[in-house]
Structure formats: structure tokens, C-alpha cells
């Protein structure tokens, strides 16, 4: 059965619990960065904060990706549905810019 059916994935627990972990540190960072604006942080340091953010959420993307590559894509390729290459271009369009 294709676990990305009608464009919804369906994540076991652990996958969940992984994605969940790392968006709760991301958030942290965020936060981090916000109490640095409010007690005046040198705008460098904060810029150094903002890219760590960015990184972690690149990486959290990338991760998905891969994900889905080899979950999603590889089982609509299987199944004849070739419109998942369409997709894929626009999605790496995104990524590119």
C-alpha cells in the first residue's frame, strides 16, 4: 500500500517523534534569537544565531526529502505514476532558490 497516498504521508512514530524533536530545538533557536533582540545582542552575534536556524532547517528539509524520495517517489514510480517527476521539479525549483 502506497503510505503517501493522496498527498498525505503517513509517519511511524519513531519518524514523528524525530521530526518533532528536531523542530522543538529549531524552535529554541528562534527563541534564542528573539531574547537576544530584546536584551540588544551585537548584531553579529545574532546573524550567527540566524544562519545556526537556517542550517538546522535546511538539514531538517533535507532529511524529509531524502524521506520522501525513497518512500513516496520510489512507490509512485513503481506503480507507473510518472507525474511524481513533475513534482519533483517544481519541488527542487523551490529548493534552488
Do not use: P, W
Request: glycine share 4%.
Amino acid at each position: 500500500m502506497n503510505e503517501c497516498f493522496q498527498k498525505k504521508t503517513v509517519r511511524s512514530e519513531e519518524e514523528k517523534k524525530k521530526i518533532i524533536n528536531r523542530l522543538n530545538r529549531i524552535k529554541g533557536q528562534i527563541n534564542g534569537i528573539e531574547k537576544m533582540v530584546n536584551n540588544d545582542t551585537y548584531c553579529n552575534d545574532i546573524l550567527i544565531q540566524v544562519v545556526a536556524a537556517e542550517k538546522s532547517l535546511k538539514s531538517l528539509a533535507n532529511s524529509i526529502l531524502e524521506n520522501h524520495l525513497y518512500k513516496c517517489v520510489a512507490e509512485d514510480l513503481e506503480n507507473g505514476n510518472l507525474e511524481v517527476i513533475d513534482e519533483l521539479i517544481s519541488l527542487f525549483k523551490r529548493f534552488n532558490n
